[in-house]
């Protein structure tokens, strides 16, 4: 086996600006695109570009588990991709010593008129694997996905979910020496998530090279040795998986500190936007929350669509997801909505502590804006039941109201 599982030197990728490329592009599409440069060429400047990728350096040693960490639009997918030789880089070069397994956007490496069943055989094949190879661990495979109705329906015919499972369930089961994961494990369920970071704590302790790439922090921290920070393209952090999550934590905090109507490290369609939160305690003043008290939380936006929705995450000093909040799991979903949505806790059970929010809006189920770390909040000591509650430590966040006997 090589020294190295990966190696990549002075990596560089360059799109154009607003590039839009068809999931499944065709013979016709190609032709039309063609056919659109050609006319457009005399008609207007030379196209913007950008780097989403620039100068990206790095080694990973066999058997290595690796957290790929940052904002959206840091370049995250952009490496993976590379990695995978679904795009090619722009500038320098990649190594990749073994047969490489890698699940990333939902769908990637199924074709859609095949069946499941198809599918499996032809990612096997990819592989390089022999059908009796395939044969071997088909039924493990089809077991860990959940899937086995479906298996001789065509793949387009599967939900989200449904893709992700099969597609995560070949990729780590067709033993590949490298094993490379996205986000997209956020489309499963809370149950097979835990299912997937298990395969690979295994797949790890085997020996095998393993990439993550999740906003997941206690995740990663959980799965990585190591952790690898990428902002705006570039590496600016590779350290020891809690030496990295803390410093993207400060990066996020540091955004945080722009007014969020100024943000441009936000995701989504955008035809709506975040433009200020309000985080205020009981008596309506802004700053520091108290534990056990109320607390409200005011997201207002840059306009009003039909069927919109507001939702947010809070997130404790480690980085790991507490609890989530959705207007449309409340009783105002389906209701017109105003100039802003307001959320009320009427008791914070959150331990003293500094906590980030995750802010998003949806319209019909699209993502409209998100952003990471749209505000920072400092929960004060306060009293629950009337007892007092202690700082935040890495063994919980949350206070539950509780008594305590000493029956005879």
């Given at each position: 086996m090589s020294a190295l599982a990966i190696r990549i030197d002075a990596l560089g990728k360059e799109f154009p600006f607003g590039q839009v490329r068809d999931a499944y592009p065709t013979l016709r599409s190609a032709l039309g695109a063609g056919a659109r440069r050609l006319l457009r060429r005399d008609r207007r400047p030379r196209e913007r570009r950008f780097w989403a990728l620039k100068d990206v350096s790095f080694e990973v040693c066999p058997g290595e588990v690796v957290g790929i960490i940052g904002n959206n639009g840091a370049g995250k997918s952009t490496l993976l991709k590379i990695l995978s030789r679904i795009t090619a880089p722009t500038t320098g070069q990649v190594e990749v010593h073994g047969r490489l397994g890698s699940l990333l956007e939902v769908g990637t490496g199924f074709h859609p008129e095949l069946t499941g069943r198809e599918n499996v055989y032809l990612n096997g094949a990819i592989l390089g694997m022999r059908k009796a190879e395939i044969d071997r661990k088909?039924?493990?495979?089809?077991?860990?996905?959940?899937?086995?109705?479906?298996?001789?329906?065509?793949?387009?015919?599967?939900?989200?979910?449904?893709?992700?499972?099969?597609?995560?369930?070949?990729?780590?089961?067709?033993?590949?020496?490298?094993?490379i994961v996205d986000e997209v494990l956020a489309v499963g369920d809370a149950a097979f998530q835990r299912k997937c970071l298990g395969k690979m704590q295994t797949v790890s302790r085997e020996g095998r090279t393993v990439l993550f790439v999740s906003h997941n922090l206690g995740a990663v921290r959980a799965l990585c040795d190591r952790g690898i920070v990428l902002q705006h393209g570039i590496v600016t952090v590779d350290e020891p998986v809690a030496k990295a999550v803390a410093?993207?934590?400060?990066?996020?905090?540091?955004?945080?500190?722009?007014?969020?109507?100024?943000?441009?490290?936000?995701?989504?369609?955008?035809?709506?936007?975040?433009?200020?939160?309000?985080?205020?305690?009981?008596?309506?003043?802004?700053?520091?929350?108290?534990?056990g008290?109320?607390?409200?939380?005011?997201?207002?936006?840059?306009?009003?669509?039909?069927?919109?929705?507001?939702?947010?995450?809070?997130?404790?000093?480690?980085?790991?997801?507490?609890?989530?909040?959705?207007?449309?799991?409340?009783?105002?979903?389906?209701?017109?909505?105003?100039?802003?949505?307001?959320?009320?806790?009427?008791?914070?059970?959150?331990?003293?502590?500094?906590?980030?929010?995750?802010?998003?809006?949806?319209?019909?189920?699209?993502?409209?804006?998100?952003?990471?770390?749209?505000?920072?909040?400092?929960?004060?000591?306060?009293?629950?039941?009337?007892?007092?509650?202690?700082?935040?430590?890495?063994?919980?966040?949350?206070?539950?109201?509780?008594r305590w006997t000493t029956p005879a």
């Open positions: 088909f039924d493990e495979i089809v077991a860990f996905s959940e899937v086995e109705r479906f298996l001789d329906m065509p793949v387009k015919h599967y939900s989200s979910g449904m893709q992700v499972r099969l597609a995560f369930a070949v990729a780590a089961h067709l033993e590949p020496e490298i094993l410093a993207y934590l400060a990066t996020l905090e540091d955004a945080s500190a722009y007014d969020v109507g100024d943000r441009t490290d936000r995701h989504g369609k955008g035809d709506v936007r975040i433009t200020r939160i309000e985080v205020t305690s009981d008596d309506d003043a802004p700053g520091t929350l108290t534990t008290r109320p607390a409200r939380f005011r997201f207002h936006m840059s306009g009003v669509l039909p069927g919109m929705s507001c939702a947010f995450d809070v997130f404790d000093p480690l980085g790991q997801q507490i609890t989530y909040f959705n207007s449309s799991l409340s009783e105002i979903a389906g209701s017109a909505p105003g100039h802003a949505f307001v959320c009320d806790i009427d008791e914070l059970l959150l331990v003293p502590g500094r906590y980030r929010i995750d802010a998003a809006l949806t319209c019909n189920g699209e993502l409209q804006d998100r952003l990471e770390g749209a505000v920072f909040v400092d929960v004060d000591h306060g009293l629950v039941r009337g007892w007092p509650v202690p700082t935040f430590t890495q063994y919980g966040s949350v206070v539950l109201p509780h």
